[in-house]
Each structure stands twice: as structure tokens, then as C-alpha cells.
């Protein structure tokens, strides 16, 4: 590269036309990355969840219900989308996901036409796939093991519905899995 050459490419790099595309672009990907490193949060979803990656295989996920919300991360088109939700293991040790009114919502479609996800739980992300349940006696299982432990936790995330209380008619679960 000659100095002449350096120069010219030393006077585009100054331009405005150059200058305010590739600032904006640095902004977004900042924000993007602030915003997936503090987010899912309440009700507003996030992106990418980072955390330290599992160790190995889990086939007990009993310890999820010390937990007060999993964050769930699929695959939305093109890009990650990460929501907080109830989780809660069956004393099998299986673990599910739940979601009230989940029909027509954003993530459980994608959900359930691509069932690879990323599952964080206290800052560890496990590779999962998640599967929409559908029979009666799996689902009867996992509300069980929801409200029992809502009604254990200190501070449950959503309200815990009183022992016995009948499985909702638009209730979802997803059955989740270790995927290596």
C-alpha cells in the first residue's frame, strides 16, 4: 500500500457518509449486548442468555424448583428470544415448563417448530429441547408438581394456586430435556 494509497483510505474512514453508519452500528451492538445481558427481565424478553455452560448431561432436574423463574431461549427466525418462565420438576425428576393462556403467544410457536433451546437456571445454561406436551396424564403430572412448588416457594413469581386446584383447560407445558 503506498502512502498515497493510505491517505485516501485515511480520508474515507473520516467521512460522515462512513462515520455515522459504522457509530450506529457500534451503538446497536452495544445495546444489543447490554440488553441481553440484563434481560429477560420481568415481562420484557430478552436475546442471547449468557451464563456459565452446563458440565455434563442432567437427568434429575429436581434442584430447578429452588429456582423461582427458568429463562428459556429459542429460536425466533433469525434471531435468540429469551422470556422468563414457571418451571418445575415432577418428583421423576422430570422437568416442564409452564404457560397460562400459551396459545397465540410469540415464543411457544417458535417453540413448538423448532424444539432446540437454552435453558438458564441461577447463571448455568444447559442445552435442552423443549416439547409441547399434549397427554392428559403428563400434564396432570407437571401442574401437580407447579403447584406444589408455588405453594412451597417464599416468593413465588406468579400466585400459587391452593392444593387440589383442577389443570386449567388452556394451560401448556413443555417437557424438557437434555440435549447434547
Sequence with gaps: MTDADRGSLAKTLRRPMFLIPAGVGAVLVVAFLGWSATCPCDRTPGAYLFGTSADGPVSDWGFANSVTLCQIQIRARLRPHAINLNC???????????????????WSGHAVNNSRARLRLDGTVYPVTVTRVMDPGELDQAWGARVEKLNTLPEPASPAPPPGTPRPDDWWTFRVEWRS
Design 88 to 106: 418445575m420438576a415432577a418428583s421423576s425428576g422430570q422437568l416442564y415448563l409452564s404457560c397460562s393462556q400459551c396459545d397465540g403467544k410469540y
